[in-house]
């Protein structure tokens, strides 16, 4: 099923999480590390330990490879 909403467990992701990471440096390792294209990503929101990622209403990105790897993340 193709989504466009992810919620991630901070310990899926490859940096030292804690309280202080600040939300720039989490959405910097989105759009780098994850290879997330920023103008898909229609918010970013960090609770406690989870990321929630809600992507952009469109179809175009479906098959990207930077898509297929976001949802092995979750």
Aim: proline share 1%.
């Amino acid at each position: 099923m193709k989504i466009r909403e992810f919620t991630i467990d901070t310990e899926h992701l490859d940096i030292e999480y804690n309280s202080l990471v600040s939300a720039d440096l989490i959405e910097e390792y989105i759009e780098q590390d994850l290879e997330v294209p920023c103008e898909f990503i229609e918010s970013l929101c960090i609770k406690d330990t989870y990321v929630n990622i809600k992507l952009s209403n469109t179809r175009e990105y479906f098959n990207d490879d930077w898509y297929v790897n976001l949802q092995r993340v979750v």
